[in-house]
């Protein structure tokens, strides 16, 4: 019986169970560990044609310049493997511009200017990736209003003082509210003729904001793929000046070739800044295949202010739908709007038999696999993020929620 059961999954069309692995229903969002985004079928479409066609990496990340370039505004743009790489990239850019013994050497950089400077309340995290690559990140400022201790958070002049002959750059991390304001601290920035790297890899939607935060002079930026832009879950973009994007796509390309032979994209690098072609550099384990770069062009075809927009009017249809079916079943939850799309159901208080925390290990136990959102766990609140849901999964979210807040009960 054993053995024909895994003949039947062996030859099994599902790859789920040809390779036994769970269905899971993704209610917690575009996170890495769930596997990002669900590509439309544009995108996938997109990848399909040319999975089995050789091409040439060279020519298609400069295609795909051209493309995020002119969406973004800037000189320049690669296509990365995920927001961190860009990280990773941007940062041996500017520490090694077009220095080939530099390049040559990272991450060590005991020998060269290394320093990044860093908001204190920026540090996370990702900036290991700037720390991979040989940055040694020094921290400023103090943020008062958080740690409740004061109304003062990092001051744009507290940056500056920290500048000495071994920084090499900034590292801003942006969100919603932080502080000081990116082009406060990119004019300072530019005054002392250094360069600053953005990580950006959430801040999309808006759209918008693919050009905005270019255009407040930030140096080089990063966005993640495989979130709301819809992406493959490994790209991402790093965009910005012509000559740091250039020392980053040289610094991951792959190098094997004899030199009489290479002639690099002119748009990316201008030979006669280099003595000669480099060996393979530190971005080579940050390699980006052909399907990445043509599915991350397509879903960019697809993200415009009008589809985002369809989107989230679609989602809070689907988040007031599994609402409405808790309503029935006694539940009681709050939909949210702002900042994106979310159903927040409060555990502690009325489920006094369990909690947040034991719901969200319940819906992961069982069949399918359901995982919802854990950012408010420790107010005794799981949330619903549908932007990875299907239509069809809200009936099987709504029950098996029901089990798991009844379960125990009485």
């Not at 702002?338 to 069949?367: D, W």
Request: aromatic share 4%; proline share 6%; glycine share 8%.
């Amino acid at each position: 019986m054993e053995d024909q059961q895994r003949l039947d999954s062996q030859n099994s069309p599902d790859v789920f169970v040809r390779f036994g692995f769970p269905h899971i229903i993704n209610a917690r969002g575009t996170v890495t560990r769930l596997s990002g985004s669900r590509l439309s079928k544009h995108t996938i479409a997109a990848m399909c044609e040319v999975c089995d066609k050789p091409v040439s990496i060279e020519d298609l990340q400069w295609a795909a310049c051209r493309t995020i370039s002119t969406l973004c505004a800037t000189q320049a743009a690669l296509v990365t493997c995920g927001a961190a790489a860009g990280l990773m990239l941007g940062a041996a850019a500017m520490l090694a511009r077009w220095d080939l013994s530099k390049m040559e050497k990272l991450p060590d950089t005991a020998d060269m200017p290394n320093e990044f400077i860093i908001a204190r309340a920026h540090r996370n995290g990702y900036d290991h990736a700037i720390r991979a690559a040989g940055g040694k990140l020094v921290e400023v400022g103090m943020d008062e209003i958080r740690a409740g201790a004061g109304v003062r958070r990092t001051e744009a002049w507290e940056y500056e003082v920290a500048i000495t002959h071994r920084c090499v750059g900034i590292v801003y991390v942006l969100t919603r509210d932080s502080r000081p304001p990116l082009a406060e601290v990119v004019a300072m920035a530019h005054s002392r003729n250094l360069p600053v790297l953005v990580d950006a890899a959430a801040q999309l939607p808006p759209v918008a904001n693919l050009h905005a935060i270019v255009g407040t002079g930030a140096d080089l930026v990063c966005f993640s793929g495989g979130k709301a832009i819809g992406g493959p879950q490994a790209t991402g973009i790093l965009c910005g000046g012509r000559d740091l994007v250039g020392s980053a796509f040289l610094q991951m390309m792959d190098q094997d070739e004899h030199p009489q032979h290479w002639s690099p994209p002119p748009e990316f690098i201008n030979a006669g800044m280099i003595p000669g072609a480099p060996r393979h550099g530190i971005g080579r384990m940050l390699k980006v295949g052909k399907e990445q770069i043509v599915g991350l062009l397509a879903a960019l075809e697809q993200f415009t202010e009008s589809q985002v927009k369809d989107r989230i009017a679609l989602r809070l249809n689907w988040l007031a739908e599994l609402r409405d079916s808790l309503v029935k079943q006694g539940i009681a939850s709050v939909l949210e709007a702002n900042p994106r799309p979310m159903l927040k159901i409060p555990i502690n208080q009325p489920y006094p038999h369990t909690s947040a925390m034991e719901v969200c290990r319940q819906l992961s136990i069982g069949s399918p696999t359901i995982y919802v959102n854990h950012a408010f766990l420790a107010d005794g609140v799981i949330a619903v993020d549908p932007a990875c849901l299907a239509q069809d999964e809200l009936s099987i979210l709504a029950n098996r929620i029901t089990e798991a807040l009844t379960r125990g009960a009485g």
